[in-house]
């Protein structure tokens, strides 16, 4: 028992350290480009995974105490919804003034087309009559 651990411990550590290094982008490795952290932890096959693990990867505190389950965490923006964020909504304010002040503009085109329309047919409808 003691003999197959003494393989599957190192082989495990092995596997757990070469799929870390695989999932983890190429500017959070530390000293080293990630294509030889990914040698060294396949070639020297107890020290690669620990060293690997202790000197290879940046490693930082989960923001807001939780774990970041997207690929690139250090991209991962502070906002979860769209609707969290204030820039966002300010936005869709700014956006919904231009929509209605371009909504006024037809609708006062349309009212001056109107009038237009009625003061021909008014003045076209006069105009044959008195001939």
Not at 32 to 52: H, S
Not at 72 to 94: G, T, Y
């Amino acid at each position: 028992m003691f003999r197959a651990l003494m393989y599957l411990v190192p082989l495990a550590l092995t596997i757990y350290a070469f799929i870390d290094c695989l999932n983890t982008p190429e500017d959070e490795a530390k000293h080293l480009p990630k294509i030889a952290w990914v040698f060294i932890i396949l070639l020297f096959w107890i020290v690669g995974p620990i060293v690997w693990l202790a000197a290879g990867k940046m490693r930082r505190a989960p923001a807001g105490g939780r774990t970041p389950s997207e690929w690139h965490r250090s991209h991962r923006s502070q906002w979860v919804a769209p609707d969290d964020n204030p820039e966002f909504l300010k936005s869709l304010k700014e956006e919904n003034k231009k929509d209605e002040s371009l909504l006024k503009d037809w609708e006062a085109d349309l009212r001056r087309r109107e009038e237009e329309l009625k003061r021909r047919e008014s003045g076209g409808n006069t105009s044959p009559s008195d001939d």
